[in-house]
């Protein structure tokens, strides 16, 4: 309750008035008063005045109770209005309070009238305080309306910008049509992924690139974006089949678009990659990598070809170049390109990294299996590994068979 309580007073009877008044300040009501004998003077004071509650007698010269509360719940409905009068019969007091009023109290038994006061104020402060909850609540719908409708719009962007990628990616049935035991295993972290594969064919060598972009989801999409651009220019207008080749003409490229490394504004992003080369008609396969190497499963063990310890981009321009590796096909080889998310997904009862060890070995357990069966096998290991852990990246894997 406030220190000092505004209560207007609708009375015509001063006797009446002081009764009341003095009922209060023996329970020690602190309260500054306006008095209102009619209907003009009760209009004028509820505006003027201001009250914090009104206590009104029944029948004044005409004017009434009823006729009052009507104006007060009209026009100030947060205002409680308490009937104090003389006599009323129950069917009245219950009319009155259907209409509005808080409670009403017989001036015979004014004991009453200060917990029936203290009532209609905590009934007040719930009021507003509801009234508050309310408004932020109807505010809280509006924001969420508001912030559904943009992730929509901003989902229905990105499965948009989804569909642009995958337009991009060569189909699984294209490596397959030239490389029948083959695979590719793709899992995007997020919608739109920073990784990206591509497929090409170039006098006569057939050329595999994987390539793991900076980030993930729309970052790196849009990376991974400039990055496939690259690798295609490099490849069919610059007439390149070379992979060191490749890496060395893109990451010039990188530095020449970018501005890597040379002002305050550069973008020190890149991208790991490994790009292949393959000769059937003389069973080569020509290999080079930027910080992702090339796995070949010969006679059941595993042979990593590492590549350099460089990304493309990133601010690394002043190095050597990068080189090659020759490899002399065998019959029943299988090679494996891929990213590093397959690898660095944490799962298992630990909930640790399988790492690269751990790829290693699986891959290895997989020798016997037909090429194309490994493709669920490797999908289905990592869900089952990973479980309730969120997918911490981007998945590539290539797999493929030459002879």
Known sequence: MKEELKILFLEDNYDDLALVQRALRKSN??????????????????????????????????????????????????????????????EFAVKCIK????????????????????????????????????????????????????????????????????????SERLLQRYFPHSFILYKPKDI???DFYWFTELNGKFIIAVCDCTGHG????LLSMMGYHLLKNTVHLKNIADPAGILNEINSGFSDIFGIGTNADAINDGMDISVCSIDKANSTLTFSGAKRPLYII??????????????????????????????????????????????????????????????????????????????KILGDYFEVRKSADEQTDDVLIIGFDVI
């Open 218 to 221: 729309v970052p790196g999409s």
């Open 298 to 375: 010969r006679n059941k063990e595993l042979i990593e070809v590492k590549g350099s310890p460089l990304p493309i981009g990133g601010g690394h321009y002043e190095r050597h170049p990068y080189k090659n590796d020759e490899i002399k096909i065998e019959k029943g080889d299988r090679y494996y390109m891929f990213t590093d998310g397959y690898a660095d997904q944490f799962g298992g009862e630990n909930h640790k990294k399988l790492k690269s060890i751990g790829l290693k070995n699986l891959l290895i357990g997989l020798a016997d299996e037909p090429v194309q069966a490994q493709k």
């Open 99 to 170: 209409g509005g009023a808080e409670d009403y109290v017989l001036k015979s038994n004014l004991l009453k009238l200060p917990s029936i006061i203290e009532n209609a104020l905590g009934k007040k402060e719930l009021k507003n305080e509801n009234i508050i909850v309310k408004n932020l609540n109807e505010k809280l719908k509006n924001a969420n309306e508001v912030i559904a409708q943009k992730n929509k719009d901003i989902t229905d962007s990105i499965n948009y910008a989804q569909r642009i990628q995958h337009a991009i990616l060569p």
């Open 192 to 194: 739109v992924s920073g």
């Open 29 to 90: 009501f602190v309260f500054n008063s306006s008095h209102a004998s009619n209907k003009e003077e009760f209009v004028s004071s509820l505006s003027s005045f201001g009250p914090d509650i009104i206590l009104s007698d029944h029948t004044l010269p005409q004017f009434d109770s009823l006729s009052a509360l009507e104006i007060v719940k009209e026009q100030y409905p947060y205002i409680p209005f308490i009937l104090v009068t003389g006599s009323v019969s129950e």
